[in-house]
Antibody
């Protein structure tokens, strides 16, 4: 059974940094793209970033480029999102998801809440 | 960016009755390979979204056959043949044709 568990969320001041982690199990982690998606009451669901199975290519939404860095450690079955220069509008629940290729994000974690506020 | 428009935004349904949700994209989601990169998700209250339908019409593993998806190009429909209490939640369509992947605002299904 696929299992994704996010951690690392919390309260951070504007301009601060946070590192989210996602622990994966139940599938061959190194064989799949992985994704971060966030959700806010105001903007709904928003795709944040993808990373290829090797960790050599990442893709992200324009609003986080230059501030967020996506990485993975296949030996640890873990996905990471380093978030710098955080803004109030980054406040959201962040989900990691397994990318099912043509099936899109087919398994999601339970999410971790990030709150950016002074 | 591809804009995804869902309607209705709210859908009250009597148990046992059918329900239908529409999703329209600002650009065709039909790839040259013949595949529609349109997916449907359900987010139950207090839970994370889970995949119901992928590729416009393929049920994900474990999804009851009362759920069906149809459509191609820019117009898609999710149908529930007979709504049950456990179907309550917000339904989202999502396009995976090109980044940034984008979602509709959601349709909230509630039981009358």
């Amino acid at each position: 059974e696929v299992h994704l568990v996010e951690s690392g969320g919390g309260l951070v001041q504007p301009g601060g940094s946070l590192r989210l982690s996602c622990a994966a199990s139940g599938f061959t982690f190194s064989g799949y793209y992985m994704t971060w998606i966030r959700q806010t009451p105001g903007k709904g669901l928003e795709w944040v970033a993808n990373i290829n199975p090797y960790g050599s290519e990442t893709y992200s939404v324009d609003s986080v480029k230059g501030r967020f860095t996506l990485s993975r450690d296949n030996a640890k079955n873990s996905l990471y999102l380093q978030m710098n220069s955080l803004r109030a509008e980054d406040t959201a629940i962040y989900y990691c998801a397994k990318d099912g290729g043509r099936a899109g994000p087919n398994y999601w974690g339970q999410g971790t809440l990030v709150t950016v506020s002074s | 960016d591809i804009v995804m428009t869902q309607f209705p935004l709210s859908l009250p349904v009597t148990p046992g009755e059918p329900a239908s949700i529409s999703c329209r994209s600002s650009q065709s989601l039909l790839h040259s390979n013949g595949y529609n990169y349109l997916h449907w998700y359900l987010q139950r209250p207090g839970r994370s979204p889970h995949l119901l339908i992928y590729g416009g019409s393929n049920r994900a593993s474990g999804v009851p056959d009362r759920f069906s998806g149809s459509g191609s190009g820019t117009d898609f429909t999710l149908k529930i043949s007979r709504v049950e209490a456990e179907d309550v939640g917000v339904y989202y369509c999502m396009q995976g044709l090109q980044t940034p992947w984008t979602f509709g605002l959601g349709t909230k299904l509630e039981i009358k």
